[in-house]
């Protein structure tokens, strides 16, 4: 259906050509996807409504393409490079006044950026 749609046609290609953005944009609506599935059960697309102000407080902020992962309490979002990943983080910890947060950066081994 449209999960493997998403990952063939738009998910896989951004990779590819390494569209940061157009992979997020991807992982959004997939997230979004299987969060109004099990949003009967969990109470809404995110697993706690703090989750769901987060986000809607990082979108405001014109941060956006978050994913939660699994069942959560975690949101995950993929940036291009570590700048940009310290950007997001240090905006979280300034302007979302949910919480309390952890921000993590994590990255793979061979990444040159």
């Not at 940061?20 to 991807?26: L, P």
């Not at 240090?90 to 919480?99: A, F, K, L, M, Q």
């Amino acid at each position: 259906g449209r999960l493997a749609r998403l990952v063939l046609t738009e998910m896989l290609p951004a990779l590819h050509t390494e569209n940061c953005s157009e992979f997020s944009a991807a992982l959004y609506e997939y997230g979004q996807l299987v969060g109004e599935f099990f949003s009967p059960i969990q109470g809404g697309v995110y697993s706690h409504p703090e989750m769901r102000s987060c986000v809607d407080q990082l979108g405001a902020l014109g941060i956006s393409g978050w994913v939660q992962s699994s069942w959560g309490p975690t949101l995950a979002l993929v940036c291009e490079s570590q700048k940009a990943a310290q950007d997001v983080t240090s905006t979280i910890e300034r302007d979302v006044t949910v919480g309390p947060l952890n921000t993590q950066i994590v990255t793979v081994a061979n990444d040159s950026r």
